[in-house]
T-cell receptor
Framework: SQTIHQWPATLVQPVGSPLSLECTVEGTSNPNLYWYRQAAGRGLQLLFYSIGIDQISSEVPQNLSASRPQDRQFILSSKKLLLSDSGFYLC????????????FGDGTRLSIL | EDQVTQSPEALRLQEGESSSLNCSYTVSGLRGLFWYRQDPGKGPEFLFTLYSAGEEKEKERLKATLTKKESFLHITAPKPEDSATYLCAAFTGGGNKLTFGTGTQLKVEL
């Protein structure tokens, strides 16, 4: 069966520091991969999605970037964090080119001080 | 612009008190409607997919239905363990992207 792992679960970072969140998927090949941010009382906002290695689409202009160095690895990064980057970050995967649902990891709670 | 609206924002039920959650959508070319359950501090857990108007799916005390404009999640005789936030999302293709509603926070009390 397929599994998705995100780490760390919780992260507290100072303003201006760098960020790297990692997500890996097991048990499937060539998945679509996604990064979302969820703010309290708001829906999930899609940040990035990827249909293959080094193929990344950005949905909103922001202080973050994403990379996919391997088929089942997706990384969310920032060079300098802002207070507004605080939130709950979720990684998800789905079967490539289908109308099957997305499946989510357990998220990273990011607090910027 | 695709839009998904869920109501109510919050719902408190007594154990055994059945009710329905609503998900209204305005999207171009719906290819699927997904329901998820999200527990505090966790990622959304997939529940159902509905592909066409008139379709129904059931799982334990939950039943999801779909019309051309909205979807309902019916909860029959809920238990406290059904307490969670329920999210719906519309899938319109194009990179498998989803448009999410903001969710209904359900609390079931003894």
């Amino acid at each position: 069966s397929q599994t998705i792992h995100q780490w760390p679960a919780t992260l507290v970072q100072p303003v201006g520091s760098p960020l790297s969140l990692e997500c890996t998927v097991e048990g499937t090949s060539n998945p679509n991969l996604y990064w979302y941010r969820q703010a309290a009382g708001r829906g999930l906002q899609l940040l990035f999605y990827s249909i293959g290695i080094d193929q990344i689409s950005s949905e909103v202009p922001q202080n973050l970037s994403a990379s996919r160095p391997q088929d089942r690895q997706f990384i969310l990064s920032s060079k300098k964090l802002l207070l507004s980057d605080s939130g709950f970050y979720l990684c998800a995967w789905s079967v490539l080119d289908s109308n099957q649902p997305q499946h989510f990891g357990d998220g990273t709670r990011l607090s910027i001080l | 612009e695709d839009q998904v609206t869920q109501s109510p924002e919050a719902l408190r039920l007594q154990e055994g008190e059945s009710s329905s959650l609503n998900c209204s959508y305005t999207v171009s070319g719906l290819r699927g409607l997904f329901w998820y359950r999200q527990d505090p501090g966790k990622g959304p857990e997939f529940l159902f997919t509905l592909y066409s108007a008139g379709e129904e799916k059931e799982k334990e005390r939950l039943k999801a239905t779909l019309t051309k404009k909205e979807s309902f999640l019916h909860i029959t005789a809920p238990k406290p363990e059904d307490s969670a936030t329920y999210l719906c999302a519309a899938f319109t293709g194009g990179g498998n992207k989803l448009t999410f509603g903001t969710g209904t926070q359900l609390k079931v009390e003894l």
